[in-house]
């Protein structure tokens, strides 16, 4: 298994998100991982890196064919906006979910973590329109989103909101959440 420092790499437009790599570990060892909405599949390579089994997700085929070849790697290609829902009766120890946001979603991605998962999302927040893209409310969580979109189904590892400024100056929030044990 490769160690997590050895495949993050500061900031590069390939690298991993420093949260997705700081909360990697608290997936289980092996597990299944969706990587929703994996765009050019920086996390899904990196956590198929570290002995996962991961799904990855998007709307551009194109993208997705340059994932092909990547031991331990699936691509689903699914328009997850306006399409059907492309995981039904399947549930994943970890989802990754970076620079995405289409709240009708949310209710899906809890449905889809297991017992003991680990829910790790981060995006952009209100206030990142003083940056630029994006800029539409529509697609910046309100402040504390993420801790009501989990409350009472997740607890919660860690949670920030936050100005950041590698790789580039934006407004985030980000959480990783754990699903609460399967009740005997």
Not at 72 to 80: E, F, P, S
Not at 166 to 181: D, F, K, M, N
């Amino acid at each position: 298994m490769t160690s997590v420092s050895t495949l993050v790499r500061a900031h590069g437009p390939d690298s991993p998100s420093e949260w997705a790599a700081r909360w990697a570990h608290a997936i289980a060892p092996h597990g299944a991982v969706l990587d929703l909405a994996c765009g050019s599949g920086r996390h899904s390579r990196f956590l198929a890196g570290l002995d996962f089994q991961v799904c990855a997700v998007d709307c551009d085929q194109r993208a997705l064919d340059a994932l092909g070849g990547v031991t331990g790697l699936t691509v689903r290609h699914a328009d997850l906006e306006s399409g059907a829902w492309p995981l039904d009766g399947l549930q994943f120890d970890g989802i990754v979910v970076t620079n995405y946001l289409h709240r009708p979603l949310f209710p899906r991605i809890l449905d889809a973590l297991a017992p003991d998962g680990v829910l790790i999302y981060e995006t952009f927040a209100a206030g990142n329109e003083r940056f630029g893209r994006p800029s539409n409310p529509d697609f910046l969580l309100q402040p504390g989103e993420l801790l009501d979109v989990v409350r009472g189904r997740l607890r919660v590892v860690a949670f920030e909101e936050l100005e950041v400024a590698p790789p580039r100056p934006a407004c985030i929030q980000r959480i990783c959440a754990c699903a609460l044990p399967a009740r005997v």
